[in-house]
Each structure stands twice: as C-alpha cells, then as structure tokens.
C-alpha cells in the first residue's frame, strides 16, 4: 500500500459515513488511500475541507477508505456510478485510477490532489511546496546556531522532492555555509524510523529538522519533545497543516502550511455553482495555497520580515524556485 | 457434479463450512455488540460484490490472485511445507513479467506467454530459494519464507526504480498492450471493470494442481515426501529434490497470480512500501479449502467476495471494513481447530439421532 | 491370602477403545512382596489394564483396592500417592536432562525458589545403593546405555517412595546380561518389601523370577496360576488358546555362492563418529544370516549402508560382483535388494497413503503402473489386491489409508511389497517386533521360504531367540565390528550373550 | 571521532530498536520451550500495542494520569496479551490444531480486531492520537556520562532496562526452578511430565499466556517508546523477526537476547547510515534487506541445525501410543 501525502492534525470527531441532506443536489464524494479520513495528515486535511464545504453548502458528502491500491478505481467507480457530481481522488498514487475512471466515463467529473491528470473532466490540483519550502529554509537558515540542518522526507517521489529542494534552497539562500542533512525513511507511516532518524540527526549536531513524512514526521516531533524537555536547544519546523496545534509551541518553530482543505472546499463550491471547467491549478504562494502559519511566536520579527521579504520576490516572479535539482 | 455435492458434504468439507458459518455468525454478534445492524451490514457486502456486472467483474478481478496464492500455498501444504512465502513469490513474478511487458516488444502471442513464463520461473525460482535451504542447510522455510517477502518486497522495489521507473512516478512503465491479459471486449462485458483473463489461466493452473499432485510420477513423490519423509528415502524417492521441487511448483503458481495483477490489472508494478496481502491471504484460501484445487477456488471466492464486498458493508451499514478480517480470522481459526467444530457436529449428529 | 496380604486387587475391569474392549471385566490380585507376571499376546490388553492401574486411563467398569482400600486412580498423581510406580514399555525420559533432573522431575527439591540439586543428588545415590541400580547422576539420558536408562525409571518410581511397581515390558530392550542384572534387582526389592507386576511376553523370565502369573486373552483373563505349579509349555497354549511350537519350521539350508560381500566397511553414526570398523561379512544364497549384537554396536548402520541410506567411509560392498557402496537406496533396489525396514511406521510405510499406494511405493514409476505418461491407479489397485489375497492382509479395501491397519497388518504389507519385488537378497530388520505368535509364524515361514527358494536373506533382530531359531550363521557384532560367526545349533545364548558385551571372541568355522 | 560518533549512536539506536525484540522473542521462547509454535506473536504484539496506546491515551486525556499513564498502558497491554494468547492456547493445546496455523489465524485477528477497535472508539479513526505521556529515557547517574558509552547504554527508556532484567529473570526461571525444569520436560517429552503427574495442558497454557504477556509488552514497546500513537503499521513484522531471533539464538534465552540485539542494529543501521551519507554508496532498499537477508545466511551457515524442542508444534495426546 503506497502511503500519499503528508502532514498532520488533529479531530476526534469526524462522522463515520458522510452528512446525508442534498438540500441543492450536490454531492460529492472523495476516495482515500489505506489511512482514511483519520490520519492526521493529508487525507484528513482534504475531509475537513469537504466538511467545511458540506457545512456552508448543506450538501451530501461522502469518503471510502481504500484498503489497497487495486481498490482506488472501484472506489471512485461507486461515486461515478452513484452520479455524484464531483469525485475526488486524494493523493499523487492515485493518479492512474482517476485517469482511467475519467477515461471510461466522460460526463463525470472527477479531482485529483498533487497529481496532473491529464483528461479534460478532472480539475488537477498541485501545489508549489518548493515555494513554501522556501521560506521555512529561509527561517532555519536564520535560526540555526549549529549550522547544521535536517530534511527527513517521506519517499523519495516528486512531490516530496519539490519540498527537499525548495528547503534546501532557502537555506541558502540566506546561510549558504550551513549544512542540509536529507534523511528518507521511506515511508509515510514510520513514527518509529521518524523518531531513529531524529535522534541521529540531533545527535549528530542539527538543531533544526524539517519534516514532509506524514505521521513518520510525528516521530521526529516525539523526539524533540524527549530532548526538549531535557533542554536542548532544537526545533521542528512542522508540515502542511500548523502543527504547533498538535505538538505545541515549544518544539514547533513554524510549519509549511499546504492548504489542501481549501482547494478542496474551493474546487467543490466551483461544481456548486456549475463552475467546473477542469484543467491544471498550481497553487502557490501567489494563489495562498502554501506558507507559513498565521502566528509564529518562535519566530523573531526580524527574521519574519526576511520571510516577508523573499514571499513577496517569489511572488513577483523575482525568484524562481526550482523544482529539481539541476 | 455428484462427485463435487459429495466432495462438499463429506466431513473435512463440512467443518470447512461450518466454521465459514461460526465466522459470519460471530461477526454478526460483534456487529450487533458495535451497534450495527448485521442484515443490512451482510446485506450491503453482497450488493456490492455482486449488485452489477461492473461490481461482479470487479469481484471476479479481487478472486483471482487469491486463487493463484491459495493453489500456491495448498501445493506446499500438500508436499509437507507451509509456504509462508506467496507473498514474495507473487511479487517476484510480478516483476518478472512487469520486465518482459516492458522491455521486450513482440506480438502478442508470444508476449504474453513469454511473461507469464517468466513470471511463473522467477516466483518458482523464489520460492524453491526456502525449499533449497529447507532441504540443503535444515533451515524451516516458515522462517525464510518470511524473510524472503521482505526481500522480494525490497528488492522488487530497488530493481523497478533502476530499470523500469516511469519518471516522477513511483511506480514502473506501463507493460506493452501486446503483453495485457486483459481486453477491452471482456471489460466491456463487465460494464468496463478490470476483470482479465487470469482468472482462465487461475481455473487452468487448478486443473493443473490435480494432475500434476495426483497423476504423475512426480506427484506421487511430492505426496510421499510430504507425507512422510523418511518412508520417501526409504523408497528410493529424492528427498531433498522433492522439497525443492515442491517449493518450485508452489512458487509458479503465486508467481502467476503476480503476473496476472500486473498484467491484467494495473499493467504497470509500482514501488510498495508494504505487502499487497495476497500472499497472506493464501493461507486462509487454502486452509478453507482443504488444501484441494477445487477448494482454493471456493475459498478464494469466498475470501474475494468478502474483501472486495467490505467497503459496501462500510458504505451500507457503516460497519467499519476491518470487520471482514475479523471474520476471515475467525474462520481460519475455526478450520484450524476443527476438533471444536467435530465436537458441534458430533453434538447435533447426537441430537439429530435422539430426535429420529 | 489373606486381605491384609493383598497390595494390588483389580475388581471387573472393564475398559472400551472404540471398537474393541481392551479390558473384559479382568479381576486379579497380587500379593504383598509378590512378584506377579502379566500374560498374553500382543494386544491381549495388559498394558491398558495397567495404564489404568497407574491412572492414566479411566475404567469404564470396576473397582482397584490397593492394602485393602478402595480407591478412585483419577490421574498418575494419585497413583503416585498411592506408591504406585511404573516403568513403561517405552521410556518416559527427557533425552537432554540428566539422570537426576530426569529423577527429580515432578517432585523438586527447593532451595528457596530454586532446585536443591545437591540434596536431590544425595537422595539418588542413597537409593540407588541401596537396590543395587548403578547410575551417574549427572549424566545425559542421551548419552547413557539403555541398561542404565531403565535403571533411572525405576529410580524414578522409587524416589517418590512406590512400594507397588509395575514394569511393563522391561526386558524387550536388554542384553542377556542386563535381563539377568534387572532380575537380581527385582528379588532385591521384593527383599524390601515393595511388590513388583511384571508384564512379559518371555516364560523364561517368567519362570525365573515371579510366583504368580495371570494370563490375559483378548481383554478376559484366562487363569491365575502359581508359577511352582505351571510350565512354560502350559502358560503358552493358555495365552494363545492353543499348542503352539517355538521351534521354527524350517529344513536343513542350502547355501550357495556368495552374492553380497563387504569388505573392510567403515562409516559414521549421525554423530559423526565411527559406528562400522573395517568390517568384512559375506552374505550367501540359500542362507539366513542372523546379525546378533546389543543395541547400538553398529548393527543400523550396517544395515543402512546396505540399503544406500548412509554413506561408506572407506572399503567397498559389493553385489552379485558390482560395486554398490554409496550407490543411492533407488539404485540398490533395483539391483534386487529388497528390506524391511526396523520402524515400520516412520521408514516402512506411508501412513496416510492407502494400501494400494503403499504397496507400489517402491515401482509406482515402472510402466507397469502408468498410462501414457499418467499414474495408472487401477493398475495399482489389481497390484494391490492380488498381493492383499496372497498375503492375507486383513483390510477394508485397497483403498484404506495405511493408519487404520493394526500393526501386524501393516507389516504384512511390507513384507508384501518387499517379497513380492522377488529380490535377491531380502534384509529384513526386527521384521516382528511388536507382533504376536500368530504375525510371528507367518512371517517367519515367509523368510524361511525366500531362503528355500536360493535367496539371501540378511536378518537383524534384538530378540536373540528369533536370531537362534531362523538363522543358519550368526554374525555377532561389538563396537562397529563382527566379532564372530557362529553355528547356531552348535552355540547357546551364553555363548553368544558373552560375545554380544565383547568379553569373548570365537572364531566361527569361516571366519572372515 | 566520526566513527566513535557513530558507533555510539549505533548502540543507542539498537537498543531502542531491539528492546521490543527482546520481550517478544523471550515471550517465545517460554512458549516454545514448552511445545508450543507461536507464529502469534506479531499479533501479540498487535495487541499489546493497541491496548497500550489506548489506554495511556485514555488515562492522560480523560484521568489525569500524568507521568504514570503510560505505566498503566503497559500494565494493561500486558493484560490485553495474556488473555488474546488464550485462544491460541485452546487451538493448540486443548483442540490439537496445527500451532502455526492457529497462530496465523491470530495474527489475521489481532490486526482486524485492533483498528476495529480503534474505530469504534474513536469515531472511526483507523489510528490512535499521538500520545502526549509515553516513557522518557532513565539517564543512570555517573555511568551515563561516560563518553560514547554511556549515552549509548546507559541512557536507555525504562522498558529497556526491564526486557533485559527480565532476560536474567528468565535464565534463572528456565533453568533453576522446578518450573522451568518442568516447563522445558513438557516440551520435550510430554508424555514423560504426564507420566510423572506434570499437567501437559496446564504448563503448556501458562507457557503461552507468558508469551502473550511478553509478546504485548514487545508491542507496548513500541507504541510507547518509539512511535507514540498505535495504527496498522506499528507493528510490522517484528512479531516475525522476534521468532526468527528465538531460533537464531537455538532457543535459548541470553543467546536469544543477543539475536535481538542484532536485529536492533540491522533496523538502527538504515537511519544511522543514511544520516551519515553512506546511503550514497549503497542503495537504501540494500539497506531494508540487509536484516532479513542475513538472518537467511546466518541460519543457513553459521548456526547450523538448530535443535529445536523435541515435542514442538506436536500437539500432545494423551494415551496416544
Ligand atoms: N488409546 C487407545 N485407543 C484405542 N485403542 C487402544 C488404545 N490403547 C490400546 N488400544 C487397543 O486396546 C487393545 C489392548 O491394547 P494393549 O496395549 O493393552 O495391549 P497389550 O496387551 O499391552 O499388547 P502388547 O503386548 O502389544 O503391548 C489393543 O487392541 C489396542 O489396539
Ligand atoms: N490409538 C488408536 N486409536 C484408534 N484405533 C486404534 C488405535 N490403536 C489401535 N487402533 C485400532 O485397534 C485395532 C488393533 O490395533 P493394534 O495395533 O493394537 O493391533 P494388534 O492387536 O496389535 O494386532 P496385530 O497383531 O495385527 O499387531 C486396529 O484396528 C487399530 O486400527
Ligand atoms: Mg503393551
Ligand atoms: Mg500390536
């Protein structure tokens, strides 16, 4: 089972099946990976924005879990077949499937997170990470006092890579003498091998790490909060959802907001209104689809006017972040 | 058709059917403990599996590499080894084939049967790894059979992003149209699910099991020796080569079922971080079905049914889909401890008689 | 007797297998400081009766007085209050622990929370002084002579204070020598006052030590009678309900030329240490050659290197003039060697193969049994058949799997498979073990009848009185050699007891 | 420098990595040595896992439970594993399945009735909440601060310290107390502790609810010293390689500790090595196989044929001839 995504939150709450009540006859329903609604990153980002949308338009949502990789075109099947008028596909694995559904059924209209399809029924949403990226690099690359600074990634697939990338550009940005020390666990779902790597790389001398591993990531938090509490000076910069909310201030120096349930809640409101043209959005820092959090009491106000400085060069197109490495 | 009533109702079969009968029954009082409502739960399973020609294809397409595992582990059982190892196997014969779909170009009559060839030998080749050192160095193949998944998991992986990776992707190329199992007619039949032509070759593999176990020379050996090795030596048979040999055949088969999900299903391998389960899964086939070729392909049925009919249950009556491993686990231990069942059966033989 | 004399009093036993009745409402006694001997054919019942006595078994009839007293025997752990010991036909020791863990077992000293091992090693070598049973406490079972072995199960029983010991079976395992060993140790502890129920299949024995016997056919007990008064010849038409004669039935052989022939053999024991020794022996037509020896002289590896089961170290075997050492088991049957194996469950048979199957276990391959290139079954089943009629094996059908034989039964297909491939040289090891006089006849007769017919026969057995009465030679083995050939009717036990422990070597008439 | 840097870190890591080894394979081997396979231990590590997770998590949001609340969890995993091994118990020792297959049935259970659980009790999350009060390392003073060393021993989690003490425990139970003595008879010769009044059955049923209890103290392990929260993938597979460190170590229990050790540093190797570049020279997924591949090698060349019990995975029958 590939693992998709990152990030990470948290809800007890969340209804077992969907909100039942199409007041306006939309409804929408949205196909997960092995880790559900609940996994305290990526697919759970997209479902609080479906949520959301459900809320403010009171209509019918709905998500199946996935219990392998050959279930994903069954899954978006049942909401095709169940004539829902968006189906999203959440996650760069399940690219193939939302292809091929879109394919055998051209009046369906489908979605798809971190990966471009290329069909002209489904809407593609990507995001820009190296963008956001950047700017937390900007942050460590202010911040560090070991000059010694950590990447854990999940798999080593493109859209991780376009976080590395981004990282370790925008720490150079601003220090180029610091070091990037990349770690990949290899998977999505290893808080275990997310605490090893950690503490290795604390060990080693790094007192800033930067996770895009999903819940391997937790593990990298469980590790600073163990050291911190020891007091040691080291930090984690938290990814795709504000995760100081979770592991609270005093390890999370800030985190690389994707904003996955707006382009879900936005994507939907478009079919809503019958505004579904389908095609490629790219948000970026430009579009608010990434960033950093709202509030960042770690973060001294001279080094977020730098942040500031380098969001808005981005934005104008002054700097070009790459997406690989050249 | 006789023959397969009798076959049904004859004891060993029966314990296999009562305990499917205690598992749904538990799994229904767990539902009702959970607060669900099992008739609809039950009710939404088999909708799903079987509500139309789109979901019955898709069922079809979910039953056969459980048939391929379940052949492939009930051969082993059959020779005296428990191949903990279909996992890998299938894998290995993915790979196999994924490489033949990819970077070979022929048509399709020779693509094809190249690939599952191929598929067929790397997971026979797997597999006889543990039937080598079973036989050879006396270690249990339970142990690296095991270990053998991981290996085939990880290797499987480090050889796909060397040679075939699709780029910005994690996962192979697509195989060539000319090495696909499956046809656009087929699908089409089946409301334009995957169903594919595996589950042919999955009924023919079956066939193949029977003779080859029950009909030939070499089938005799392989019983004997799993039956009773020292007898075996004793009669002149190879031991050691018969191990090996057990573990090739049961390799081939899992190694097929892995062709056919590449070949037929996703027409690409990708790069996994964890076990498919069909291997697994195996285990359960070929338990429920008494080792037998007739019994894996009922087993996989109903082990395929109740996978695939999962998500409905969750989707109808919002019983959460682990609860089909609830009920697969339970039916496997109730097979395993069949003395339970026997007793039950003795019981209601008793009752039964009093009453006449 | 009187009651207060009485140890042991069974009252209508009765105990039910399914499909049989093992014990038919049995009542004997045995008196105080009695040695008192079981009786009877193979299956007769005795060893249920005394599992039951020792509380392994239920009766599902009866009563069981022990002093006098009734008592309910639920499990051994009663038995064992009850001073009730028992020494099993097959040993009950743990290989890997040593003589005093094996004594100890159950009934642990403790020194705190742990094994007082010093107290418990004092108390073995109290007992085994006292009765005269020499052991090495620290010892492994495993690496000690079955002599000694059996000497620790009686300790065993005696370190838990049993004044009531049931051996059952004691001598099937021991050389002429330890056979005479135990039997002092018996009058010993009748001496000290414990009471002994001895089960044998052997009168000697029974003559020599014990004062009362009960003979036990088919579940029912036939007579109790006082040894003074009875004699081997009576006790064996009462067990067996008629006359029946020891001697076999066999005409003065007719040796020919030589057809197997080893010469200065050598290999290992699975431990790998030297079992065979430059051992020389020629195997000729026409004759029984009885190998003689206690247990673990080398006398299995002998056979296995015959039969391609274990490779030759150094010198060479040779059949009909051809080089066969280290030649594969496949390979040697097919040079016409046919055998029957010692453990005819684990080597012989495949239990859960039918009797058909089994029967062409050996030539399942030969065209005879195929069609085109598949298993022809139907041809096995006529194979099968005609050998079930020729060698009167009591079966169901062809069809029944192997398991379901009585023993005697599934030996008869052995011999079946093995005669019926008309070898050459047939190596036949402790073809009767575990049967009773009726198997025994029928497979002694069928051996004799291989020899009439000019084939070699090779036949190892434990039980020296089968060797005597079959054999035309006797080679005796020690210590991985043949220490002597002997004429069987010019030699008597003693003699060949004697050289069995290695303590004299007689040079047969052709020596090698 | 380097080197002694990264030897340390090693060590560290191992031990961390190996301690849930070394429960679940001393579990094991309580239940082998008495007769009984027990492939279940990836499910009794599943369970004891999930129970833990649970239960800290419950104790500390909804009781208060501090700093102890993961005590309890252990606690209470360790109950969890004694009673789920019970089953296996009855298969195998009172209804003479086959122990592989009863053990398998159980690892397919633990997994389905553990996120089941989960979702039931959390509304349908498949995984528990990171937990806030997981145990944190005991520093022993003085010979915590010796270089290298004694950060990488003597800086260890509690639970740490436990499994290697009750290594030590063990050794004396097995093979100084009349338990043990007999522990180890019934599974070599059942039939001889039955004859010397030793109930087969019950030591048997002891031995497999130890290693549940054992095994769930592994799976505890895990949840509250390494990934903090419980979900499908927290165990997997080291339920399998505990079993394959109980034969490599010929099932014994300090040889077995020392197969777990080893397994520790196969998995501690794949971050250490990568955090200090060596992964440029070697392929991560070489890495990932280098455990499992070894444990092939080593128990087809070095150990040679391990003598396993006499009577394992032979159901006893009694009266059986
Ligand atoms: N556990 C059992 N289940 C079924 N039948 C049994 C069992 N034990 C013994 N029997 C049957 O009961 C009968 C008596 O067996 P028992 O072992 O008491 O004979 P025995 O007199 O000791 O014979 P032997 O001289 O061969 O030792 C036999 O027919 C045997 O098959
Ligand atoms: N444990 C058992 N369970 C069930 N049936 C048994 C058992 N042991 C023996 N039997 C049955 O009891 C009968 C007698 O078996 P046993 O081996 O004791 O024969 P026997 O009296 O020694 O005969 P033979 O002289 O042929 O060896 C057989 O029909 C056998 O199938
Ligand atoms: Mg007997
Ligand atoms: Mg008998």
Not at chain 3, 267 to 287: F, T, V
Not at chain 3, 476 to 482: L, W
């Amino acid at each position: 089972i590939v693992v998709t995504g990152c990030g990470s939150g948290k809800t007890q709450e969340a209804p077992a099946a969907g909100n039942a009540s199409a007041a306006n006859n939309v409804s929408i329903g949205m196909v997960t990976d092995i880790g559900g609604v609940n996994d305290n990153s990526f697919n759970q980002s997209a479902w609080e924005g479906l949520k959301a949308f459900s809320a403010a338009k009171d209509a019918k949502v709905d998500y199946l879990q996935s219990q392998s990789d050959a279930d994903y075109i069954p899954n978006l099947n049942q909401f095709v077949k169940d004539g829902r008028s968006l189906t999203w596909g959440i996650g760069f694995m399940m690219g193939d499937a939302v292809k091929q559904v879109a394919d055998q059924n051209k009046s369906a209209k489908l979605a798809i997170i971190d990966a471009v399809v290329d069909a002209p029924n489904v809407e593609s949403v990507t995001f820009k990470e190296n963008e956001g990226s950047y700017l937390v690099g900007v942050v460590a690359g202010l911040m560090t006092k070991t000059g010694k600074i950590g990447f854990v990634g999940g798999s080593e697939i493109p859209v991780i890579k376009r976080f590395e990338i981004g990282f370790t550009e925008g720490v150079k940005a601003v220090n180029p003498s610091a070091k990037v020390v990349i770690n990949y666990t290899g998977a999505f779902n290893a808080p275990d091998q997310g605490k090893a790597t950690a503490a290795t790389m604390y060990n080693d001398g790094v007192d800033i790490i930067f996770h895009a591993a999903g819940s391997t990531g937790d593990g990298v938090f469980n590790e600073a909060i163990e050291r911190k509490k020891k007091n040691k000076d080291i930090w984690v910069i938290g990814v795709d959802k504000d995760q100081s909310l979770t592991f609270g201030n005093e390890v999370t120096l800030t985190s690389m907001v994707k904003r996955v349930d707006h382009a879900v809640n936005q994507i939907s409101n478009q079919v809503a209104k019958g505004e579904f043209k389908g095609g490629i959005q790219e948000l970026g820092l430009a579009e608010n689809g990434v960033g950093l959090p709202e509030n960042n009491p770690n973060i001294p106000e001279d080094v977020l006017k730098k942040v500031q400085d380098y969001a808005v060069k981005i934005v104008h197109g002054d700097i070009q972040v790459p997406t690989v490495t050249e | 058709m006789s023959k397969l009533i009798y076959w049904l109702f004859k004891e060993s079969s029966l314990v296999s059917l009562i305990a499917i009968g205690i598992g749904l029954l538990l799994g229904s009082l767990i539902m009702l403990a959970g607060g669900y409502n099992p008739l609809l739960a039950y009710g939404s399973l088999f909708g799903k599996a079987f509500g139309d020609v789109y979901n019955t294809g898709e069922t079809i397409r979910q039953i056969t590499p459980f048939i391929f595992t379940g052949l492939s582990v009930a051969f082993a059982f059959r020779t005296g080894l428990f191949n903990i190892g279909a996992e890998g196997q299938f894998i290995m014969g993915a790979l196999a084939a994924d490489f033949v779909g990819i970077s070979l170009h022929m048509p399709w009559y020779i693509h094809v049967p190249l690939a599952v060839v191929a598929g067929g030998l790397l997971g026979g080749l797997w597999g006889s790894i543990a039937g080598y050192l079973k036989a050879v160095r006396g270690v249990h193949e339970v142990i690296t059979t095991i270990m053998l998944n991981w290996i085939a998991l990880y290797l499987s992986n480090y050889l796909i992003k060397a040679w075939l990776l699709e780029p910005g992707q994690m996962r192979s190329k697509v195989v060539d149209k000319s090495a696909w199992l499956s046809s656009a007619g087929l699908s089409e039949l089946f409301g334009g699910s995957r169903i594919h032509y595996g589950i042919v070759l999955a009924l023919a593999l079956a066939a193949v099991f029977y003779v080859v176990l029950w009909k030939t020379k070499q089938g005799f050996e392989l019983r004997a020796v799993g039956l009773n090795p020292d007898a075996s030596e004793y009669a002149g048979i190879q031991v050691n080569r018969n191990v090996i040999k057990a573990m090739f055949i049961s390799g081939v088969f899992a190694g097929v079922g892995g062709v056919c999900e590449v070949l037929g299903v996703f027409h690409y391998q990708a790069v996994n971080t964890a076990f498919p389960g069909y291997g697994l899964m195996g285990i359960a086939v070929a338990l429920i079905g008494r080792n037998s070729p007739v019994g894996a392909i009922l087993g996989a049925v109903l082990i395929g049914v109740l996978t695939y009919g999962a998500s409905g249950m969750k989707f109808g009556a919002g019983v959460p889909e682990e609860l089909v491993s609830i009920m697969i686990a339970l039916i496997i231990f109730f097979v395993a401890a069949n003395q339970i069942v026997k007793q039950l059966l003795k019981l209601t033989a008793k009752n039964k008689k009093e009453v006449l | 007797m009187q009651q207060e004399h009485i140890a042991v009093e069974m009252l209508g036993i009765t105990k039910r297998f399914p499909g049989i009745v093992a014990n038919d409402s049995i009542s004997f006694k045995v008196g105080k400081g009695e040695i008192h001997a079981l009786l009877g054919e193979n299956g007769a019942g005795k060893s249920t009766l005394m599992n039951i006595l020792f509380g392994l078994y239920q009766p599902d009839e009866g009563e069981i007085r022990i002093n006098g007293r009734s008592v309910q025997i639920a499990d051994p752990k009663t038995a064992i209050e009850l001073g009730i010991g028992m020494i099993h036909q097959h040993f009950m020791l743990v290989e890997s622990y040593t003589v005093v863990q094996n004594i100890i077992l159950g009934t642990e000293p403790k020194k705190g929370l742990s094994i007082d091992y010093s107290r418990a090693e004092h108390k073995v070598r109290e007992l085994s002084e006292r009765y005269g049973l020499q052991v090495e406490p620290g010892q492994l079972i495993g690496d000690i002579s079955v002599g000694m072995q059996q000497r620790v199960e009686i300790l065993k029983t005696l370190y838990r204070g049993a004044d009531i010991l049931i051996f059952d079976e004691p001598t099937a395992v021991l050389t002429p020598q330890e056979i005479q060993d135990l039997m002092a140790i018996m009058k010993n502890m009748v001496n000290e006052g414990k009471t002994i129920i001895l089960i044998t299949h052997k009168l000697k024995e029974i003559m020599a030590v014990c004062d009362g016997v009960t003979i036990i056919r088919r579940g029912k007990v036939i007579d109790s009678v006082s040894v003074r008064e009875t004699s081997p010849d009576e006790l064996a038409s009462k067990m067996v309900g008629r006359q029946v004669s020891f001697a076999v039935d066999k005409k003065e052989a007719n040796p020919q030329e030589a057809i197997l022939k080893l010469h200065r053999v050598t290999a290992l024991d699975n431990r790998g240490i030297p079992a065979l020794k430059q051992l020389s022996l020629e195997l000729r037509r026409g004759e029984i050659l009885g190998i003689a020896g206690v247990e673990g002289n080398g006398q299995r590896e002998l056979i296995e290197v015959l039969t391609g089961l274990r490779r030759v170290q150094s010198g060479e075997i040779r059949l009909h003039g051809k080089p066969v050492h280290n030649a594969t088991p496949r390979q040697i049957a097919e040079s016409r060697v046919g055998y029957i194996p010692e453990d005819r469950q684990k080597r012989g048979l495949v239990l859960d193969f039918t009797v058909s199957e089994n029967s062409v276990l050996k030539s399942y391959y030969f065209p005879d049994f195929r069609r085109h290139t598949f298993l022809d079954y139907d041809k096995m089943s006529r194979h099968a058949n005609r050998l079930i009629r020729e060698f009167d094996i009591r079966t169901p059908s062809e069809h029944t799997p192997a398991r379901a034989l009585s023993g005697g039964n599934q030996q008869k297909i052995i011999i079946a498979r093995e005669v019926d491939g008309d070898p050459d040289v047939l190596i036949a090891t402790q073809p009767t073990r575990g049967l009773d006089v009726g198997a025994i006849e029928f497979i002694h007769k069928k051996l004799v009848e291989q020899r009439d017919k000019g084939k070699a026969v090779l036949l190892y057995s434990l039980e020296l009185d089968e060797i005597m009465n079959l054999s035309d030679r006797i080679a005796v083995m020690y210590e991985g050699t043949i220490v002597g050939i002997v004429d069987p009717r010019t030699t008597d036990e003693q003699q060949i007891g004697l050289m069995m422990s290695g303590s004299a070597v007689r040079q047969g008439e052709e020596s090698t | 420098m380097q080197f002694l840097q990264m030897t340390g870190e090693l060590m560290h890591t191992t031990i961390v990595f190996a301690t849930a080894l070394v429960f679940a394979s001393l579990g094991a081997l309580y239940s082998e040595r008495a007769g009984v396979a027990n492939i279940a231990l990836e499910g009794l590590m599943t369970v004891g896992a999930f129970t833990a997770a649970i239960v800290t998590y419950f104790v500390e949001t909804q009781l208060g439970g501090g700093a102890v609340s993961p005590w309890i969890g252990f606690a209470a995993a360790v109950a969890a594993g004694t009673i789920f091994a019970v089953p296996h118990a009855v298969a195998s020792v009172t209804y003479k399945a086959d122990q592989i297959v009863s053990g398998v049935a159980l690892n397919f259970l633990a997994i389905g009735i553990t996120i089941y659980l989960c979702k039931v009790i959390l509304h349908g999350a498949a995984q528990t909440p990171t937990l806030k009060a997981v145990f944190t390392k005991w520093d022993i003073p003085f010979l915590s601060e010796i270089p290298f060393l004694g950060h990488a021993v003597f800086s260890a989690y509690p639970t740490s310290y436990l499994a290697f003490m009750l290594v030590a425990v063990s050794v004396f139970v097995l093979y100084k107390t009349p338990f043990g003595l007999r522990l180890r008879a019934v599974g070599e010769h059942p039939k001889a502790a039955d004859s010397m009044a030793i109930s087969v059955s019950k030591m048997r049923y002891m031995a497999v609810m130890i290693s549940g209890a054992l095994a769930a103290m592994g799976g505890a392990t895990v949840t509250l010293t390494t990934t903090s929260n419980f979900s499908h993938s927290t165990i997997s597979g080291q339920g399998y390689i505990a079993l394959a460190a109980l034969i490599f170590g010929k099932w014994r229990p300090v040889a077995g500790m020392c197969a777990a050790l080893f397994f520790g540093i196969a998995s501690a190797l794949k971050s250490v090595f990568q955090v200090h570049g060596i992964t440029d020279y070697i392929p991560v997924d070489f890495i990932y196989i280098f455990p499992y591949a070894l444990t092939i090698l080593v128990l087809a060349g070095f150990v040679g044929r391990a003598v396993a019990p006499a009577a394992l995975g032979k159901p006893y029958e009694k009266g059986q001839r």
